[in-house]
């Protein structure tokens, strides 16, 4: 049996422009991405010059408005070249994921003028952004912030801790959500914050099983002053305008899922077609050609499944059941098939040598970020049998 690298993914893409894009995205990821993505992930290293290469090549504001920088590309493009980002480096791929989350609140809610102003810079000027809605004492209960923002006149003054920040401490803007009101969902407001403010600052970053070139860190929030015309939406609005952009990030989560558990496959693919044992590569053994197919079969599905909600987003149907369910079941897929990869290399997966083992620490955190799998099966329950009785 010979050898049999891993062909490139054939995609469903809706135009040539499309096609070219996803070309260029690939171009970029073998040149400035792959080949240094494992030893800059063992040393922490964050890519910022890779991220301002994309933001130069337009790949930074894909799926928003082209008046304003944006690539004007429906969700079902910007999340196949997000799987392509993260198959090379979770770091990058997360990170432009994250990077359109922060953006979300100003682009969907923001005036015209806070669009114009700031817009192109954050999609298309070299920026990288930090969504801060996660608090130490509130993660899945998202509605139990306590950062406040006080009005002093014509400002806002923002007081708190937000953690579990990607791009903490080195994001050039932050959209921040902050308590305005009274408790619960109905009081919190969305602020855009320069990410060089007073009284911003950054703890030690976090130190995390995986992800490692990727910098999350507590924000503290010590009396930052920020002028009324930075507040995104209306007063009270915040907690919606959080809502409708995890929505759109766990689509975001879903596709980089599937490009970590991609780039496992043809790992393993690789491995198990050049390793010979009792005279013939392990590929030819049942067991192994099984684990390969369930492997590949879940990719496709998880595939599928997050396209399917794209699809929804861009025809402007409801989507929140079906992001949760991407995020869920390409999230879980993404650990399985990681964990299977291992499997395939034996001793090997196991060793630093190889990136298998890189993979499968880095598929653990997706389970857990844009809401845990727990939160999305109580999101999905909710959607099937209505609100939970209490």
Same mark, same amino acid.
């Given at each position: 049996?010979?050898?049999?690298?891993?062909?490139?993914?054939? +995609?469903?893409?809706?135009?040539?422009?499309? /096609?070219?894009?996803?070309?260029?995205?690939?171009?970029?990821?073998?040149?400035?991405?792959? =080949?240094? #993505?494992?030893?800059?992930?063992?040393?922490?290293?964050? =890519?910022?010059?890779?991220?301002?290469?994309? %933001?130069?090549?337009?790949?930074?504001?894909?799926?928003?408005?082209?008046?304003? &920088?944006?690539?004007?590309?429906?969700?079902?493009?910007?999340?196949?070249?997000?799987?392509?980002?993260? %198959?090379?480096? !979770?770091?990058?791929?997360?990170?432009?994921?994250?990077?359109?989350?922060? @953006?979300?609140? !100003? #682009?969907?809610?923001?005036?015209?003028?806070?669009?114009?102003?700031?817009? =192109?810079?954050?999609?298309?000027?070299?920026?990288?952004?930090?969504?801060?809605?996660?608090?130490?004492?509130?993660?899945?209960?998202?509605?139990?912030?306590?950062?406040?923002?006080?009005?002093?006149?014509?400002?806002?003054?923002?007081?708190?801790?937000?953690?579990?920040?990607?791009?903490?401490?080195?994001?050039?803007? @932050?959209?921040?959500?902050?308590?305005? &009101?009274?408790?619960?969902?109905?009081?919190?407001?969305?602020?855009?914050?320069?990410?060089?403010?007073? &009284?911003?600052? #950054?703890?030690?970053?976090?130190?995390?099983?995986? *992800?490692?070139?990727?910098?999350?860190?507590? !924000?503290?929030?010590?009396?930052?002053?920020? =002028?009324?015309?930075? /507040?995104?939406?209306?007063?009270?609005?915040?907690? #919606?305008?959080?809502?409708?952009?995890?929505?759109?990030? /766990?689509?975001?989560?879903?596709? @980089?899922?599937?490009?970590?558990?991609?780039?496992? !496959?043809?790992?393993?693919?690789?491995?198990?077609?050049?390793?010979?044992?009792?005279?013939?590569?392990?590929?030819?053994?049942?067991?192994?050609?099984? $684990?390969?197919?369930? *492997?590949?079969?879940?990719?496709?599905?998880?595939?599928?499944?997050?396209?399917?909600?794209?699809?929804?987003?861009?025809? &402007? +149907?409801?989507?929140?059941?079906?992001?949760?369910?991407?995020?869920?079941? @390409?999230?879980?897929?993404? $650990?399985?098939?990681?964990?299977?990869?291992?499997?395939?290399?034996?001793?090997?997966?196991?060793?630093?040598?190889?990136?298998?083992?890189?993979?499968?620490?880095?598929?653990?955190?997706?389970?857990?970020?844009?809401?845990?799998?727990?939160?999305?099966? $109580?999101?999905?329950? +909710?959607?099937?049998?209505?609100?939970?009785?209490?």
């Amino acid at each position: 049996m010979p050898d049999r690298a891993p062909q490139p993914v054939e +995609r469903q893409l809706p135009t040539e422009e499309a /096609r070219d894009l996803v070309a260029l995205v690939r171009d970029i990821v073998q040149r400035e991405v792959a =080949p240094r #993505a494992a030893e800059q992930e063992d040393a922490g290293y964050f =890519p910022r010059e890779v991220f301002t290469l994309l %933001s130069e090549s337009g790949l930074l504001g894909l799926p928003y408005d082209s008046e304003f &920088g944006g690539g004007d590309q429906p969700y079902e493009v910007y999340l196949q070249v997000l799987e392509e980002l993260a %198959s090379a480096r !979770l770091t990058v791929g997360l990170g432009v994921s994250v990077h359109s989350l922060a @953006c979300h609140a !100003l #682009a969907g809610y923001g005036t015209k003028e806070q669009q114009s102003e700031h817009l =192109p810079a954050m999609l298309g000027g070299g920026l990288l952004g930090a969504y801060c809605l996660s608090e130490p004492s509130s993660g899945s209960d998202a509605a139990s912030l306590r950062t406040k923002a006080v009005r002093d006149g014509d400002d806002w003054v923002i007081t708190g801790t937000k953690a579990w920040i990607t791009h903490g401490g080195i994001a050039d803007f @932050c959209t921040v959500l902050a308590r305005t &009101g009274g408790e619960g969902a109905r009081g919190i407001t969305a602020f855009l914050v320069p990410g060089d403010a007073e &009284g911003l600052s #950054a703890a030690a970053p976090e130190k995390k099983m995986g *992800m490692k070139g990727s910098p999350t860190a507590q !924000l503290h929030f010590d009396g930052v002053r920020v =002028p009324d015309s930075r /507040r995104i939406g209306e007063e009270g609005q915040g907690f #919606a305008i959080a809502l409708s952009a995890l929505d759109s990030g /766990r689509l975001g989560i879903a596709a @980089c899922a599937i490009g970590v558990a991609q780039a496992a !496959l043809d790992e393993a693919l690789t491995y198990a077609t050049g390793r010979l044992q009792f005279g013939r590569p392990i590929a030819d053994f049942q067991g192994l050609r099984f $684990m390969l197919a369930d *492997m590949a079969t879940q990719i496709e599905a998880g595939r599928a499944l997050y396209l399917a909600a794209a699809r929804l987003r861009d025809a &402007g +149907r409801p989507f929140s059941r079906q992001a949760a369910m991407a995020k869920l079941f @390409c999230t879980d897929a993404a $650990m399985k098939v990681t964990t299977d990869a291992v499997q395939v290399l034996g001793g090997y997966g196991y060793t630093a040598d190889f990136p298998v083992e890189r993979f499968m620490r880095e598929a653990k955190v997706l389970q857990i970020v844009e809401g845990t799998n727990q939160i999305q099966r $109580m999101v999905i329950a +909710r959607h099937l049998a209505g609100p939970e009785t209490r």
